[in-house]
């Protein structure tokens, strides 16, 4: 089992959603939507079940309006889907997460407002309660959290590229405008 973060989830549904950054060059990550679809196909073949946290589908939603319900139904649907509750055993993880944070000297131990601290240790916590190993994300809070929690991280920009990247829109334009300006033989 793996989980995906908001990010990954709305890149996996739009491609033009707001892209991470690679955190190298500091640039939104080329082909993070194609990124994110290989992904996806390629757990889909290997049968690995792609857990959503219910605190990052809820990001997902807001971003979502009137398609909100459509978007829940497909994923309760897919079998490579599954919407993952938070429940007492995620609090009892969240307690741990604040308390060590609080022993640190720091009820935060994270950037952020605390609602966004909040919601990044819900989704670590699901996580972990849910048997994941492994992560998407690029949010540098759920990054520390899992981490901590011995869950690995991966990153968009570690993601790997399709063999072959679409071409960019401006390129398939002119290529079609060379076609039509080609002498007919």
Do not use: H
């Amino acid at each position: 089992m793996v989980v995906f973060d908001a990010t990954m989830m709305m890149l996996a549904l739009w491609p033009d959603a707001p892209t991470p950054k690679d955190p190298v060059t500091q640039q939104p990550i080329d082909f993070a939507s194609e990124r994110v679809q290989l992904v996806v196909a390629s757990l889909e073949k290997n049968k690995t079940k792609i857990i959503i946290p219910a605190p990052a589908l809820s990001e997902v939603l807001v971003r979502a309006g009137k398609a909100g319900p459509k978007i829940v139904s497909a994923i309760q649907r897919s079998s490579a889907f599954r919407i993952e509750d938070f429940g007492a055993a995620a609090a009892v993880e969240v307690a741990i997460m604040t308390r060590y944070a609080l022993d640190s000297g720091s009820k935060r131990d994270g950037d952020g407002t605390w609602a966004k601290i909040k919601y990044d240790r819900q989704i670590a916590a699901i996580a972990k309660v849910s048997g994941a190993k492994v992560i998407y994300s690029d949010d540098k809070n759920v990054r520390s959290f899992c981490e901590r929690a011995d869950i690995s991280v991966i990153g968009l920009a570690s993601c790997p590229l399709p063999e072959k990247p679409p071409m960019p829109p401006l390129l398939r334009l002119l290529e079609a405008k060379s076609d039509e300006n080609t002498p007919a033989e």
